[in-house]
């Protein structure tokens, strides 16, 4: 089912069609209803897409509305065709009623989603209630709100198992279930665990949960990160119902030890992606040093050389994104390169790779050493250059010598 969000939707009008009833005792009630539905104002709300645009919202050819009120006790389903939501057999009320809509039914199960944004809006819990009471007859007018929230679940490490669940007080959500004669919805829970998603390997996932109750999230026996603080228990009122919150599964910027006593922070730009030191080796590195093993290496075994691939920030000469984009910049008077993660949970991430001594911002270049040899002999290197605040080379150069001293960043080994 195709999603888009919009700020307002609507669901349009249908010709009334009249049945009388065989009781001419009893007043006519008219079968068929007009239900027109307008979202509460989405313009706070945070953005879910990928990069800048908003999260819009609107309702695609066979959606359904369930809609009841507090003189029947089962529910009429009104389906959209695309240009409106009609019900046939929804019936008027012989005295006014207040109607509650719920979209996108009565019950919503949580269990086993998808982690895509499409099976988010397929159970984006929404609910509203006529502001009057009405027997139907002019058809029904209902401002919908959302009663969910959304979890951007990043997994930071290629070897990730994502086995998310979500707990309240009453136990494991598996569900939200419509509150009757209520513009709201019961979480529905269990006693065993239930896993709200099942993923393995780095990437960006999507996870309705409930809002407006405090609840606790785990990855398995482990705790999220937000913000690179563990994240486990919301405060008592959970979290907003409309927005979307970004947890990652480990730490995306970070310190560590090397050789030399140093602590050495670290950062990095996308998920599954190394983790990069922020500041080169002091002195430049020949290939035999900048691919020295354990102890040898000249950081020690907690740091290596990055391969070529691992440096692929962005598209060779073009500057076009991968994992980051790239741009000049001059840091504490030095001219480089910074970097800034692209992707959901890394937007705020950056570094920097600064040009060689002596570089200007009227021109600057620099070569980094990659761990990749192209054939013996020759290694394979980043280089770049430019003046006036533009890049005018990106490339890697795969017939640097093995013999000379070259600029080195760091990453990370992994455990």
Aim: charged content about 25%; hydrophobic content about 35%; overall charge neutral.
């Amino acid at each position: 089912m195709k999603k888009i969000l919009y700020s307002v939707f609507m669901l349009a009008t249908m010709v009334l069609a009249a049945c009388s009833s065989e009781d001419t005792t009893e007043p006519d009630v008219k079968r068929g209803m007009v239900l027109k539905a307008n979202v509460e104002d989405t313009d706070t709300r945070a953005t879910i897409t990928d990069n800048e645009g908003k999260w819009k919202f609107a309702f695609a050819t066979g959606d359904m509305v369930k809609v009841g009120n507090d003189k029947v006790t089962d529910y009429y389903t009104f389906k959209n065709n695309g240009t409106e939501f009609s019900s046939a057999d929804a019936l008027q009320t012989t005295k006014d009623a207040t109607w509650y809509a719920y979209f996108p039914d009565e019950t919503i199960s949580l269990v086993n989603q998808s982690g895509d944004l499409a099976d988010v809006a397929n159970r984006y819990a929404l609910a509203g209630a006529t502001a009057t009471p009405t027997t139907g007859s002019n058809g029904l007018t209902v401002t919908m709100k959302a009663k969910a929230a959304v979890l951007r679940i990043v997994g930071v490490n290629k070897d990730d198992i994502l086995d998310i669940s979500v707990k309240t007080d009453d136990g494991y959500v598996s569900g939200l279930k419509a509150d009757k004669n209520s513009a709201d919805f019961k979480v529905e829970t269990s006693d065993t665990k239930v896993s709200l998603l099942s993923k393995q390997g780095a990437g960006v996932y999507y996870v309705v949960v409930p809002a407006g109750v405090k609840i606790s999230v785990s990855n398995g026996d482990k705790s999220l990160y937000s913000g690179d603080k563990p994240m486990s228990t919301t405060k008592a009122d959970g979290l907003k119902a409309g927005k979307y919150y970004t947890l990652t599964t480990g730490m995306t910027k970070g310190s560590a030890k090397n050789s030399l006593g140093e602590t050495i922070d670290w950062v990095q730009l996308w998920a599954g992606g190394p983790k990069f030191a922020k500041e080169n080796v002091a002195k430049k590195l020949n290939w035999s040093e900048a691919t020295a093993k354990g102890s040898a290496y000249v950081w020690g075994a907690n740091w290596r050389t990055p391969t070529k691939d691992e440096l692929n920030f962005v598209t060779e000469h073009n500057l076009t994104p991968i994992n980051a984009k790239a741009e000049f910049k001059v840091q504490n008077g030095v001219p480089g390169i910074l970097y800034t993660g692209i992707q959901p949970g890394y937007t705020d991430k950056t570094l920097f790779l600064p040009s060689s001594a002596g570089s200007t911002k009227e021109y600057f270049e620099a070569t980094y050493l990659t761990s990749t040899e192209e054939e013996t002999g020759w290694a394979t290197s980043l280089d770049f250059y430019g003046g006036e605040g533009s890049i005018y080379m990106y490339r890697f150069n795969k017939n640097h010598s093995t013999s000379t001293a070259t600029f080195v960043r760091p990453v990370l080994v992994e455990k």
